[in-house]
């Protein structure tokens, strides 16, 4: 779904500034213990589980409203994937984990209370095989699980004048300005450095020991994650400038021996190359990068030229195809699609990209026919249906639309993505109510509320007198976004 509605791209964040700021700066080698004792799943007293789910919640809806969110289904898919799989095979799981893509460049991947997990795609980028992507998502998982942040917050309000809710301020002020955030948090935070230190490094071994644990049950190479912090130790072992994934994980070389000996006696796995990992790459490389479609083309075609291996042949076809829609030569795109479609017919990246061609080249009846096929068979999928609803869309079938993203959106309500596509069905189609209100649903994801509760007396003022029942609906609704207004100011409230 080549999605046109997508919010602006701002050149700020997230870098790992969540666990940065909760557990301050630190640097130096840690120490080579192997055996970590686990320390992470206190907490309890300082901040009840509840709390933090809703704290996570909360946060999630501020990173939506500052950050470069990726609210791009396949992706999506992909990442949860990905990270549910390692979730299934962590203990001391406690809530469902959200992960999302963060567009940014930069190498960095970040936990937050309530199991908000983000990514980086130059963390994507730099990864050079799932098992290396997912240890990453691995070690995160167990930053969450392990109570580590809330750990550190009870520290840290116990040692200085600061609430935890100056601490989220911080945070939050990170998400649109890092250097601003950093100042906020670090004037509070002198003279406490190597307190701080100390407790981080355990809860890096206990995130490495428990996150390798997961990376292999759930079928990955456990050689990832010291094969990807090694590579990044030696490309920056000598620079003054780190990225912010080094700064707030620091490898010395006992940690990296450390995952080495972990690796070891776990036993490797030989993996034959992942197909959605090479698809997801492709994906951000052409979607989500700053490279102009006509250089990613020609590198591409260089590379087709030397790969041997099938599955990075498609992932390399894949691009050029995703290059070749940018570059508007739609024939083109669309008989790679269809070749590599006949190899894979149920995979998701490319039915989506063939939705994106049809839909160039209005090709509704087709694309329709397709998607119809595919939500008969996966009526819940992200991926599939949303396609479906945006092809409708297009198609001018808005009935259509809003009935299948409105179920959808009955056990998805925190889509961002959905709530847009129906804002679009109903502004198509004349619904100025519908449409009010769909917006309102955007701006409650974004931490908006104020605005949201505008939407949502403006759907009100232009509805029916006389239709009563959804005049209360509507009533209801701005009351439940209010009672959300004040549950923030309680939650944040420590």
Known sequence: MQISFRAPVVSMICTAFLIFFIASSHQAAAHSRTDVPTIGTAGGAFMSIERERLLGEHFAREVRGAAPVIEDPVLREYLEGVGNNLVRHTDNVR??????????????????????????????????????????????????????????????TAAMPMTVAQIIGGMIIGVINPTLGMAVLTSNIAGLQQRQINFTRQFELEADRIGMQALYRAGYDPEGAPRFFGRLQDRYRYSSTLPQFLVTHPLPESRIADTQSRARALGPRSLPPSLDFQLAKARVQVRFSNRPARDVLASVEQELRRESNTTKQHGLLYAKALALHELERYEEADQIIRDLRNAHPLNLFFIDTQTDIWIAQKRFDEVLEMLTTEYSRRPNNQVVTLNFVYAANHAGQYAVARRVVQDYLIENRRDVLAWQLLHES?????????????????????????????????????????????RQRIQARIQQIQNLQIERERVFDF
């Open 426 to 470: 109903q502004q198509k189609s004349g619904n100025i109510v519908g449409q009010h209100e769909a917006m309102a649903e955007v701006l409650v994801l974004r931490a908006n509320f104020n605005s949201a509760i505008d939407e949502l007396h403006s759907a009100f003022a232009k509805s029916d007198e006389s239709d009563v029942m959804n």
């Open 95 to 156: 809530y469902p984990f959200s992960f999302f893509w963060i567009r940014d460049d930069s190498i960095n991947a970040f936990a937050f209370l309530g199991g908000q997990i983000g990514m980086h795609t130059g963390l994507l980028m730099e990864a050079q095989d799932e098992s290396e992507l997912a240890s990453v998502l691995s070690h995160e998982i167990a930053h969450v699980t392990q109570r580590h942040i809330a750990r550190n917050m009870e520290r840290m």
